[in-house]
């Protein structure tokens, strides 16, 4: 028998969390370029978190020897719950590609342009990026997309760390804003992108529709499982309000979708290609009812673990919560000007002004002094995103928590 090396809580926690953030990256990249080979990949990372989530749950039970430990470990098992339903998600989403469902062309046109997107890009010998480890590279800052996984001729390096050396004709699967892939594929010496054209239509059929209401469904779920993180991290009633609310507009949109398909296949020769469409509305669903069944603990006031936030704040897409100083480089400006995922890696979830959340900000929206915005991304992008709002990063040498310092500028 293999042995294994001691596991604790706090540990797995965190790698559970990194799995099914990347299982769902992974299967909407397998969608996007119809690759079975990634599908599957999905289905194996299933099979290493389902191992991971059965020990869990065996260390929450040895660990609850009293009424009190009970109630505060049942949180974590709540937490591990939801976690293995985004995970069943991301299958359910793979499974359009190996079961061979079927999605419109005109999906995975709209899919190019969402906020986060897939990429694939191969790695050629005479590129900047060529023999050079992840950790110098820093993609996530410098172009804003982030590595979820290497193909090395017929094997996979998932949720590839810092030393990991890119060699030449390895497959970078990515995930990121469409404004980073012309640096990217500069960087990786590889042919300008060209990315898949829509077919111009005088009018908007109902195939449009449904297609329009799938790619804001995902863009929805996506945002409804970070700031449910962020709540369970700041154990925030408000944001746990807008990710119940995200939820509703997810099944509201749903809805939408079946209408749209089922109009749909009226005008269609073979409607089977369509089941794709009802398949991904159902995932993204899914998604947001974990993010509703994670928050559940913050909106019932239920006594949480503390190892509930260590695990989160250790894991590799950290969560930041900073104020925008007066005297700051954001203060004044757009969010479309600033371009804080390409500067930083950082992911704008939301903007906490005056007691209210605005969650997906984009374009013109205005970044005002005193606001606090709430972001994903790249442990190593905190600094920079800290600094963008005029703050410098300390650690305090007793806990060994960050800080937030005023910058003297």
């Not at 990249?29 to 080979?37: P, R």
């Not at 990429?119 to 804003?144: F, Y």
Request: overall charge negative.
């Amino acid at each position: 028998m293999e042995e294994r090396s001691p596991r604790n809580l706090k540990a797995m926690l965190s790698e559970s969390k990194d799995i099914s953030e990347l299982m769902v990256d992974l299967a909407y990249a397998a969608l996007f370029f119809s690759d079975e080979h990634m599908a599957s990949e999905v289905a194996e990372l299933e099979e290493r978190l389902s191992g991971l989530v059965h020990e869990m749950r065996e260390v929450c039970v040895l660990a609850a020897r009293s009424p009190r430990d009970a109630e505060q470990m049942s949180s974590v098992l709540h937490v591990i719950s939801a976690i293995e339903r985004m995970a069943s998600a991301a299958v359910g989403i793979s499974g359009i590609v190996t079961h061979r469902l079927g999605i419109p062309s005109v999906l995975v046109a709209d899919l190019a342009a969402a906020e986060e997107v897939s990429h694939r890009v191969r790695v050629r010998e005479e590129s900047a990026i060529s023999q050079r480890p992840l950790s110098e590279v820093e993609l996530p800052t410098k172009v804003g997309m982030r590595i979820v996984a290497i193909r090395r001729a017929k094997d996979w390096i998932i949720d590839p760390d810092g030393d990991e050396i890119l060699l030449p004709d390895d497959v970078l699967i990515l995930r990121g804003p469409p404004a980073g892939i012309p640096e990217l594929r500069q960087l990786a010496a590889a042919p300008v992108w060209q990315p898949v054209g829509q077919v111009e239509s005088p009018a908007l059929t109902d195939l449009d529709r449904a297609v329009d209401v799938l790619v804001e469904m995902k863009n929805v779920s996506e945002v409804a499982i970070g700031l449910a993180y962020s709540a369970l991290l700041f154990n925030d009633q408000s944001l746990a309000a807008e990710v119940s609310h995200l939820e509703d507009r997810l099944d509201e949109m749903r809805e939408r979708l079946e209408v749209w398909v089922l109009r749909s296949a009226a005008d269609q020769p073979d409607p089977s290609p369509l089941r794709g469409l009802l398949h991904l509305g159902f995932a993204a669903e899914e998604l947001g009812d974990a993010a509703q069944q994670m928050v559940w603990l913050v909106e019932n006031q239920e006594e949480m673990h503390p190892i509930l936030s260590l695990a989160l704040g250790e894991s590799d897409e950290v969560i930041a919560r900073i104020p925008v100083a007066p005297e700051s480089e954001l203060a004044g400006t757009t969010i479309a000007a600033e371009q804080l995922e390409m500067e930083t890696g950082f992911y704008l979830l939301a903007i906490r002004r005056s007691g209210r959340y605005l969650y997906r900000p984009r374009g013109q929206i205005l970044i005002c002094a005193d606001d606090e915005l709430i972001a994903s991304g790249p442990d190593e992008g905190q600094a920079l995103l800290a600094e963008r709002c005029g703050y410098l990063l300390s650690t305090d040498e007793d806990t060994g928590e960050i800080e937030l310092v005023l910058s003297a500028s």
